[in-house]
Protein backbone atom coordinates (compact mmCIF):
# COMPACT_ATOMS: atom_id res chain seq x y z
CA UNK A 1 0.00 0.00 0.00
CA UNK A 2 0.94 3.58 -0.42
CA UNK A 3 3.36 5.20 2.42
CA UNK A 4 3.40 8.76 3.95
CA UNK A 5 3.71 11.42 1.34
CA UNK A 6 4.61 14.76 1.63
CA UNK A 7 4.80 18.10 -0.53
CA UNK A 8 6.17 19.09 -1.93
CA UNK A 9 9.59 17.41 -2.25
CA UNK A 10 11.82 20.99 -2.53
CA UNK A 11 10.61 24.35 -1.44
CA UNK A 12 13.09 27.45 -1.72
CA UNK A 13 11.31 30.49 -0.35
CA UNK A 14 12.55 34.09 0.43
CA UNK A 15 13.24 35.00 4.05
CA UNK A 16 9.93 36.50 5.52
CA UNK A 17 7.30 34.73 3.80
CA UNK A 18 5.14 32.19 4.85
CA UNK A 19 5.05 28.54 3.39
CA UNK A 20 2.62 25.56 4.23
CA UNK A 21 3.94 21.83 3.82
CA UNK A 22 1.65 18.95 3.68
CA UNK A 23 1.54 15.26 4.93
CA UNK A 24 -0.40 12.71 3.59
CA UNK A 25 -0.31 10.17 6.15
CA UNK A 26 -0.79 5.93 5.78
CA UNK A 27 -4.74 5.46 5.67
CA UNK A 28 -6.14 4.45 8.77
CA UNK A 29 -3.12 5.70 10.43
CA UNK A 30 -4.26 7.39 14.13
CA UNK A 31 -1.32 9.20 15.14
CA UNK A 32 0.55 12.01 12.93
CA UNK A 33 4.18 13.34 13.67
CA UNK A 34 6.17 16.11 12.43
CA UNK A 35 10.29 16.25 13.06
CA UNK A 36 12.94 18.94 11.72
CA UNK A 37 16.27 17.45 10.57
CA UNK A 38 18.80 20.08 10.02
CA UNK A 39 21.58 19.49 8.37
CA UNK A 40 23.85 17.14 9.94
CA UNK A 41 21.80 16.66 12.51
CA UNK A 42 19.19 13.92 14.56
CA UNK A 43 15.35 14.68 14.20
CA UNK A 44 13.89 17.36 16.57
CA UNK A 45 10.44 16.69 16.84
CA UNK A 46 7.90 19.30 16.63
CA UNK A 47 5.08 18.36 16.89
CA UNK A 48 2.13 15.24 17.68
CA UNK A 49 -1.74 14.78 16.88
CA UNK A 50 -3.21 11.53 17.84
CA UNK A 51 -6.90 11.11 16.91
CA UNK A 52 -9.10 14.01 18.18
CA UNK A 53 -7.51 14.76 21.27
CA UNK A 54 -5.61 18.02 21.77
CA UNK A 55 -1.88 17.48 19.74
CA UNK A 56 1.01 17.81 21.81
CA UNK A 57 2.79 21.04 20.72
CA UNK A 58 6.12 21.30 23.24
CA UNK A 59 8.19 20.74 20.21
CA UNK A 60 7.56 23.61 18.03
CA UNK A 61 10.19 26.14 18.08
CA UNK A 62 7.97 29.19 18.15
CA UNK A 63 4.83 30.70 17.24
CA UNK A 64 5.89 31.07 13.94
CA UNK A 65 5.33 27.41 13.54
CA UNK A 66 2.13 25.61 13.53
CA UNK A 67 -0.38 22.74 12.39
CA UNK A 68 -3.27 21.48 11.58
CA UNK A 69 -4.67 17.72 10.67
CA UNK A 70 -8.09 17.25 10.37
CA UNK A 71 -9.63 13.87 11.74
CA UNK A 72 -6.94 11.33 10.94
CA UNK A 73 -5.85 12.61 7.98
CA UNK A 74 -3.37 15.22 6.10
CA UNK A 75 -1.56 17.56 8.25
CA UNK A 76 -0.83 20.95 6.95
CA UNK A 77 2.62 22.64 8.59
CA UNK A 78 2.84 26.55 8.59
CA UNK A 79 5.92 28.36 9.06
CA UNK A 80 5.03 31.96 9.17
CA UNK A 81 7.84 34.74 8.50
CA UNK A 82 10.46 32.47 7.68
CA UNK A 83 14.01 32.68 8.70
CA UNK A 84 17.33 31.48 7.19
CA UNK A 85 17.23 28.93 10.33
CA UNK A 86 14.35 27.04 9.89
CA UNK A 87 15.90 26.03 6.14
CA UNK A 88 15.89 21.62 7.13
CA UNK A 89 14.11 19.04 6.00
CA UNK A 90 10.77 18.73 7.49
CA UNK A 91 9.70 15.12 8.12
CA UNK A 92 6.14 13.68 8.46
CA UNK A 93 5.81 10.26 10.13
CA UNK A 94 2.19 8.28 11.00
CA UNK A 95 1.85 5.28 13.23
CA UNK A 96 -1.32 2.27 13.36
CA UNK A 97 -1.35 2.67 16.74
CA UNK A 98 0.01 1.79 21.02
CA UNK A 99 3.36 0.22 20.56
CA UNK A 100 3.77 0.48 16.52
CA UNK A 101 6.87 1.71 14.72
CA UNK A 102 6.16 5.13 13.13
CA UNK A 103 6.53 5.05 9.15
CA UNK A 104 8.40 8.38 7.69
CA UNK A 105 7.63 10.09 4.71
CA UNK A 106 10.59 11.37 2.03
CA UNK A 107 10.52 14.81 3.65
CA UNK A 108 10.31 18.29 2.29
CA UNK A 109 13.52 20.43 1.97
CA UNK A 110 12.92 24.05 2.78
CA UNK A 111 15.18 26.27 1.67
CA UNK A 112 15.39 30.13 3.07
CA UNK A 113 17.32 32.11 1.13
CA UNK B 1 13.82 13.76 30.42
CA UNK B 2 15.00 11.05 27.98
CA UNK B 3 18.04 11.27 26.07
CA UNK B 4 20.40 9.63 23.20
CA UNK B 5 23.78 9.39 22.56
CA UNK B 6 25.93 7.59 19.57
CA UNK B 7 29.32 7.82 19.51
CA UNK B 8 30.72 8.11 16.13
CA UNK B 9 29.37 10.81 14.02
CA UNK B 10 31.52 8.45 11.36
CA UNK B 11 32.32 5.28 11.23
CA UNK B 12 33.96 3.63 8.45
CA UNK B 13 34.26 0.04 7.81
CA UNK B 14 35.90 -2.73 5.07
CA UNK B 15 33.26 -4.66 3.25
CA UNK B 16 32.53 -7.86 4.93
CA UNK B 17 34.31 -6.50 8.00
CA UNK B 18 31.83 -6.48 11.68
CA UNK B 19 29.22 -3.12 12.16
CA UNK B 20 29.32 -1.44 15.37
CA UNK B 21 27.47 1.28 15.82
CA UNK B 22 27.33 2.74 19.49
CA UNK B 23 23.89 3.72 21.12
CA UNK B 24 23.61 4.86 25.04
CA UNK B 25 20.28 6.43 26.21
CA UNK B 26 19.02 7.71 29.38
CA UNK B 27 15.64 7.75 30.63
CA UNK B 28 13.84 7.37 34.04
CA UNK B 29 11.61 4.09 32.92
CA UNK B 30 12.06 1.71 30.68
CA UNK B 31 12.00 2.79 27.35
CA UNK B 32 11.29 1.41 23.66
CA UNK B 33 14.30 1.46 21.54
CA UNK B 34 14.72 1.97 17.89
CA UNK B 35 17.27 1.96 15.40
CA UNK B 36 16.06 3.83 12.25
CA UNK B 37 18.12 3.75 8.11
CA UNK B 38 17.99 6.79 5.92
CA UNK B 39 19.34 6.27 2.68
CA UNK B 40 20.81 9.62 0.88
CA UNK B 41 17.44 11.40 -0.08
CA UNK B 42 15.28 9.00 1.67
CA UNK B 43 13.29 9.16 4.54
CA UNK B 44 13.84 6.92 7.33
CA UNK B 45 13.16 3.36 7.69
CA UNK B 46 12.96 1.05 10.40
CA UNK B 47 15.92 -1.82 11.08
CA UNK B 48 14.94 -2.67 14.55
CA UNK B 49 12.84 -2.41 17.13
CA UNK B 50 12.98 -3.21 21.15
CA UNK B 51 9.65 -3.11 23.26
CA UNK B 52 10.25 -4.79 26.08
CA UNK B 53 10.05 -8.52 24.82
CA UNK B 54 13.75 -10.48 23.41
CA UNK B 55 16.59 -8.35 25.07
CA UNK B 56 18.26 -9.62 21.49
CA UNK B 57 16.56 -7.54 18.46
CA UNK B 58 16.92 -8.53 15.31
CA UNK B 59 15.58 -6.72 12.18
CA UNK B 60 16.30 -6.49 8.29
CA UNK B 61 19.18 -6.42 6.28
CA UNK B 62 21.28 -9.01 8.84
CA UNK B 63 20.88 -6.30 11.60
CA UNK B 64 20.54 -7.08 15.24
CA UNK B 65 20.79 -4.88 18.83
CA UNK B 66 21.03 -6.06 22.13
CA UNK B 67 19.29 -4.22 24.76
CA UNK B 68 21.23 -4.01 27.87
CA UNK B 69 19.70 -2.01 30.72
CA UNK B 70 22.96 -2.21 33.03
CA UNK B 71 24.69 -0.67 30.54
CA UNK B 72 21.90 1.75 29.31
CA UNK B 73 22.95 0.60 25.40
CA UNK B 74 21.06 -0.43 22.38
CA UNK B 75 24.60 -1.19 20.16
CA UNK B 76 23.58 -1.65 16.26
CA UNK B 77 25.45 -4.95 14.68
CA UNK B 78 25.83 -6.90 11.52
CA UNK B 79 28.23 -9.46 11.27
CA UNK B 80 29.33 -8.33 7.65
CA UNK B 81 29.57 -5.24 6.01
CA UNK B 82 28.14 -4.67 2.39
CA UNK B 83 28.53 -1.92 0.33
CA UNK B 84 24.64 -1.20 0.12
CA UNK B 85 25.33 -0.44 4.11
CA UNK B 86 26.51 2.82 3.42
CA UNK B 87 24.00 4.70 4.77
CA UNK B 88 22.96 7.08 7.84
CA UNK B 89 21.76 5.54 11.09
CA UNK B 90 19.73 6.73 13.76
CA UNK B 91 19.02 5.33 17.55
CA UNK B 92 15.94 6.90 18.72
CA UNK B 93 14.36 6.39 22.47
CA UNK B 94 10.65 6.69 23.90
CA UNK B 95 9.15 5.93 27.40
CA UNK B 96 7.18 2.67 27.90
CA UNK B 97 3.75 3.15 28.97
CA UNK B 98 0.65 4.39 28.79
CA UNK B 99 0.82 7.53 27.51
CA UNK B 100 4.18 7.65 26.92
CA UNK B 101 4.39 6.87 23.16
CA UNK B 102 4.24 10.01 21.41
CA UNK B 103 7.48 11.72 20.21
CA UNK B 104 11.02 9.66 19.96
CA UNK B 105 14.41 11.28 20.62
CA UNK B 106 16.74 10.53 18.07
CA UNK B 107 20.72 10.60 18.56
CA UNK B 108 22.82 12.68 16.22
CA UNK B 109 23.06 9.89 13.73
CA UNK B 110 26.08 7.68 12.75
CA UNK B 111 27.26 7.73 8.97
CA UNK B 112 28.52 4.44 7.74
CA UNK B 113 30.89 4.07 5.18
CA UNK B 114 31.80 0.51 3.55
CA UNK B 115 34.92 0.68 1.42
CA UNK B 116 36.12 -2.23 -0.70
Known amino acids: GAGVSQSPSNKVTEKGKDVELRCDPI?????LYWYRQRLGQGLEFLIYFQGNSAPDKSGLPSDRFSAERTGESVSTLTIQRTQQEDSAVYLC???????????FGPGTRLTVT | AQSVTQLGSHVSVSEGALVLLRCNYSSSVPPYLFWYVQYPNQGLQLLLK??????LVKGINGFEAEFKKSETSFHLTKPSAHMSDAAEYFCAVTPSGTGGYNKLIFGAGTRLAVHP
Open chain 1, 27 to 31: SGHTA
Open chain 2, 50 to 55: YTSAAT
Open chain 1, 93 to 103: ASRAGPEMEQY
